[in-house]
């Protein structure tokens, strides 16, 4: 007999189950202490939800945003030739690339290497602290949003691709020198750092305040 109301959907947790982070295999809750309990299958730790996940994102992301600033402002290359040498910013790189005509190249230079960083950190942000005040808002949008998150991660090293590419023709050629500045390094540091916080981050944790009857409806 079917009934007007769907029933709520049992958790795990409600289940008395835990699977493991490895290879995936359930198992159940003991009723003592759970916090050394290891998977009958690789013998690998098991937690409930990932160890300090809500505070080694934090960090990764107030990191992330130290960084972020020098990757902007200081030299991403450095082209030495017999005219004399050049250090050339992102930004100054969009701008060349646009008053020379390259409108599309300019575009997805600008967009993946100083928009996709910075909407990552700003969701990544959003995440964390949405999770902290157990938000019961918006959950399914925002976990689409750590979806999306972790896609575009990928293209946030475009930068780093492009002068690896320059530097090889260039070599090749002998017409100049071009070297990594060091917002080179600064950029890398902050698409790992960005990528290790979307790692830590825990997804489940955005669904936990339904299941906790004693939370108040924050956001």
């Not at 969701?123 to 949008?141: D, G, K, P």
């Not at 290790?196 to 924050?218: K, Q």
């Amino acid at each position: 007999m079917s009934t007007s109301r769907a029933a709520p959907h049992l958790t795990a947790r409600q289940a008395g189950l835990m699977s493991c982070h490895i290879c995936g295999q359930l198992a159940h809750l003991p009723d003592g202490d759970s916090h050394h309990l290891r998977c009958p299958r690789c013998n690998a730790p098991m937690h409930m939800r990932k160890p300090a996940s809500i505070s080694t994102t934090w960090a990764l992301i107030l990191a992330a945003v130290l960084l972020y600033v020098p990757a902007n402002l200081l030299p991403m290359m450095v082209t030495t030739s017999l005219l004399g040498s050049q250090e050339d910013t992102i930004m100054s790189g969009v701008v060349f690339l646009w008053q020379s005509g390259s409108w599309p190249l300019a575009a997805v230079v600008f967009f993946a290497s100083v928009m996709v960083p910075l909407l990552k950190i700003i969701a990544l942000i959003y995440l964390t602290a949405s999770v902290q005040r157990r938000s019961r808002q918006n959950l399914l949008q925002r976990t689409r949003l750590y979806r999306m998150v972790e896609f575009v991660g990928r293209w946030s090293m475009l930068d780093i691709y492009v002068i690896t590419i320059l530097v090889a023709l260039v070599h090749f050629q002998g017409l100049a020198i071009i070297q990594a500045g060091p917002a080179a390094v600064a950029f890398g540091a902050v698409v790992v750092l960005t990528m290790f916080a979307a790692m830590s981050f825990d997804p489940r944790l955005i669904w936990d305040p339904l299941t906790d009857t004693d939370a108040p409806d924050h956001d």
